[in-house]
């Protein structure tokens, strides 16, 4: 039986923390890292609903998208459905765990998944998160060069894209004369001293800065590791939100609108016409995404899936693209599958369920 770390470790691996946007709470929400988890009920919300949920089919932990603590709790009385659901949570001894907008912001995670279900081709990341990439070059002795390398690598240096193991070096000279206190591996006390290094060069996701420089530091035969940890304006292609990609054929407006409520099994939407004008390209964005209908003309789409659209907003078309609202919940529905591939993947014979309620509060009516 897994403890709940080991699957907190596996959601994190795939979407990690250093990810979410600032004003999130995304991660652990109750439960003790160290209990044994018995089952996994998968959500979009953490509601009372899903907890009743939970306790019928045996599961300790829910895994949703949303967090349900998002904002400051003074206090814990029962007075909203937040409360009520936290206090059930601690009751019941459930752990909530939620994967919010850092799944939002990997290249495989919400977006990815209505990319997925719209069969859109050539997908990339349409706004890709500033800073999340550093470059670390360091100086090593020519013959220590390989098991430092190593080390950095184990620990999550240059990893680019479908390539890992990659790395730059350059041999030179280094010199230096250590003091009356120093404890030289190389060279003595007092006396200058001319050491053939190599400098190494690797570039890794700015959150996994201290696990490197604590392998670089590990393993480095020198008491003083000559280094320099640089942040890049280089945008990771990886890391992101929102997405954009091709439909296999061009579609009529008309055609274009039954094709979406085919495939993410919509009641209705809202849209803006772009009239004769065909659709092939589509940028997509899980969730409230209207903040990035700029990005989405600038990137060249032809439509604009996303949820949450207020009126003015829609306006913000310019008849140059469709704006298509297909509501908040029917983004990220599907998100759900994400969290049942990866632990069901990482835990196999291990109990992983969907969440059969329907925890969108929006009905329609025609
Ligand atoms: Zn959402």
Redesign the pocket.
Known sequence: MPQLKDIVRVLEQYAPLAYQESYDNAGLQTGNLTDDVTGVLIC?DCTEAVLEEAIVKGCNLVVA??PVIFKGIKSLTGKNYVERTIVKAIQNNIAIYAS?TNLDSVHNGVNAKIAEKLELQKVKVLSKKPHTLMQLAFFVPVDDTESVLKAVHEAGAGQIGEYSDCSFQVQGTGRFTPSENADPTIGERGKPEQVQENRIEVVFPAFKQHRIMDALLKVHPYEEVAHYLTILENPNQEVGIGMIGELKDELTEEKFLGYLKAKMKLQGLRYTSVGSKTIKKVAVC???GSFLIKDAIRAGADAFVT?DVKYHEFFDAEGQLMIADIG?YES?VYTKEIFYDTISKNFPNFAVYLSEINTNPIRYTY
Do not use: R
């Open positions: 979009l998208h949303h919010h899980g969730g409230s949820g908040h990220e």
